[in-house]
Protein backbone atom coordinates (compact mmCIF):
# COMPACT_ATOMS: atom_id res chain seq x y z
CA UNK A 1 0.00 0.00 0.00
CA UNK A 2 1.29 3.46 -0.62
CA UNK A 3 0.92 6.50 1.38
CA UNK A 4 1.52 10.27 0.96
CA UNK A 5 2.91 12.74 3.15
CA UNK A 6 2.99 16.54 2.50
CA UNK A 7 3.94 19.79 4.62
CA UNK A 8 5.28 22.66 4.92
CA UNK A 9 7.24 24.39 7.60
CA UNK A 10 9.25 27.19 7.82
CA UNK A 11 13.68 26.75 7.94
CA UNK A 12 15.20 28.92 11.01
CA UNK A 13 16.92 32.26 10.49
CA UNK A 14 20.34 30.52 10.74
CA UNK A 15 20.16 27.81 8.01
CA UNK A 16 22.62 28.94 5.01
CA UNK A 17 22.92 27.99 1.88
CA UNK A 18 24.81 24.89 2.51
CA UNK A 19 22.70 23.80 5.34
CA UNK A 20 19.77 23.76 2.40
CA UNK A 21 22.34 21.83 -0.10
CA UNK A 22 22.97 19.36 2.81
CA UNK A 23 19.53 18.73 4.14
CA UNK A 24 18.71 18.19 -0.09
CA UNK A 25 21.47 15.62 -0.40
CA UNK A 26 20.78 13.74 2.32
CA UNK A 27 17.15 13.58 1.50
CA UNK A 28 17.66 12.24 -2.01
CA UNK A 29 20.46 10.08 -0.62
CA UNK A 30 17.99 8.54 2.34
CA UNK A 31 14.76 8.63 0.16
CA UNK A 32 16.13 6.86 -2.78
CA UNK A 33 17.86 4.35 -0.25
CA UNK A 34 14.58 3.65 1.09
CA UNK A 35 12.14 4.00 -1.78
CA UNK A 36 10.51 7.04 -1.29
CA UNK A 37 9.49 8.95 -4.02
CA UNK A 38 8.04 12.46 -3.64
CA UNK A 39 9.73 16.20 -3.71
CA UNK A 40 11.39 18.87 -2.08
CA UNK A 41 11.28 22.62 -2.50
CA UNK A 42 12.95 25.45 -0.37
CA UNK A 43 12.26 28.73 -1.59
CA UNK A 44 12.55 32.14 1.06
CA UNK A 45 12.79 30.25 4.41
CA UNK A 46 10.20 28.09 3.54
CA UNK A 47 10.27 24.06 2.42
CA UNK A 48 7.50 21.64 1.15
CA UNK A 49 8.10 18.38 0.54
CA UNK A 50 5.99 15.33 -0.81
CA UNK A 51 7.08 12.28 0.49
CA UNK A 52 5.54 8.75 -0.88
CA UNK A 53 5.77 5.39 0.04
CA UNK A 54 5.48 2.84 2.47
CA UNK A 55 3.04 3.62 5.60
CA UNK A 56 5.31 2.46 8.31
CA UNK A 57 8.47 4.41 6.62
CA UNK A 58 6.91 7.58 6.07
CA UNK A 59 5.70 7.13 9.60
CA UNK A 60 9.08 6.86 10.76
CA UNK A 61 10.39 9.13 8.50
CA UNK A 62 8.16 11.98 9.46
CA UNK A 63 9.16 11.53 13.08
CA UNK A 64 12.65 12.26 12.04
CA UNK A 65 11.43 15.40 10.56
CA UNK A 66 9.30 16.32 12.75
CA UNK A 67 12.41 16.69 15.62
CA UNK A 68 14.53 18.21 13.17
CA UNK A 69 15.89 21.33 14.65
CA UNK A 70 16.27 23.30 11.23
CA UNK A 71 12.93 23.92 10.90
CA UNK A 72 9.87 25.15 12.69
CA UNK A 73 5.87 25.68 11.83
CA UNK A 74 5.78 22.24 10.47
CA UNK A 75 2.27 21.94 9.11
CA UNK A 76 1.19 18.79 7.93
CA UNK A 77 -1.31 19.24 4.95
CA UNK A 78 -1.83 15.56 3.47
CA UNK A 79 -1.10 12.36 5.10
CA UNK A 80 -3.37 9.50 3.56
CA UNK A 81 -3.26 6.23 1.61
CA UNK A 82 -2.99 6.62 -2.54
CA UNK A 83 -4.06 4.06 -5.03
CA UNK A 84 -0.01 5.20 -6.67
CA UNK A 85 2.82 7.02 -6.22
CA UNK A 86 2.54 10.72 -7.99
CA UNK A 87 5.90 11.12 -8.48
CA UNK A 88 6.96 7.88 -9.40
CA UNK A 89 7.18 8.64 -12.59
CA UNK A 90 8.79 11.65 -12.41
CA UNK A 91 12.39 10.74 -11.84
CA UNK A 92 14.26 7.67 -11.06
CA UNK A 93 15.36 9.19 -8.07
CA UNK A 94 13.83 11.60 -5.00
CA UNK A 95 13.57 15.05 -6.98
CA UNK A 96 14.67 18.12 -4.92
CA UNK A 97 13.67 21.44 -6.62
CA UNK A 98 17.02 23.65 -6.39
CA UNK A 99 15.38 26.76 -8.87
CA UNK A 100 12.06 28.22 -10.82
CA UNK A 101 13.24 25.50 -13.99
CA UNK A 102 12.71 22.49 -11.82
CA UNK A 103 9.51 24.44 -10.29
CA UNK A 104 7.66 24.66 -13.74
CA UNK A 105 8.81 21.12 -15.02
CA UNK A 106 6.95 19.96 -11.78
CA UNK A 107 3.90 22.02 -12.12
CA UNK A 108 3.85 21.34 -15.62
CA UNK A 109 3.90 17.03 -14.89
CA UNK A 110 1.18 17.79 -12.16
CA UNK A 111 -1.27 19.36 -14.78
CA UNK A 112 -0.79 16.89 -17.20
CA UNK A 113 -1.48 14.38 -14.78
CA UNK A 114 -4.06 15.82 -12.99
CA UNK A 115 -7.19 13.15 -13.53
CA UNK A 116 -4.77 10.20 -12.61
CA UNK A 117 -3.99 10.73 -8.73
CA UNK A 118 -5.82 11.60 -6.11
CA UNK A 119 -4.31 14.13 -4.63
CA UNK A 120 -2.33 15.92 -7.34
CA UNK A 121 -4.80 19.06 -7.39
CA UNK A 122 -4.27 19.84 -3.90
CA UNK A 123 -0.31 19.83 -4.30
CA UNK A 124 -1.00 21.66 -7.51
CA UNK A 125 -2.67 24.44 -5.30
CA UNK A 126 0.08 24.02 -2.41
CA UNK A 127 2.56 24.76 -5.14
CA UNK A 128 1.24 28.14 -6.28
CA UNK A 129 2.93 30.59 -3.43
CA UNK A 130 5.99 29.14 -4.54
CA UNK A 131 5.69 29.79 -8.47
CA UNK A 132 4.78 33.63 -7.72
Known amino acids: MSHTICYISKAIDELDESGVKNIFDTTVRNNVRDNISGILLFQEGNF ?6 EKNKLKSLFS ?5 SRHYRILPVINH ?3 CRIFESYTSTF ?4 DKQD ?3 IKTYLEK ?4 FQYTGNILRLLEP ?3
Open 48 to 53: LQVLEG
Open 81 to 83: YND
Open 113 to 116: HKDN
Open 103 to 105: LMK
Open 95 to 98: SVVR
Open 130 to 132: FLL
Open 64 to 68: TIMED
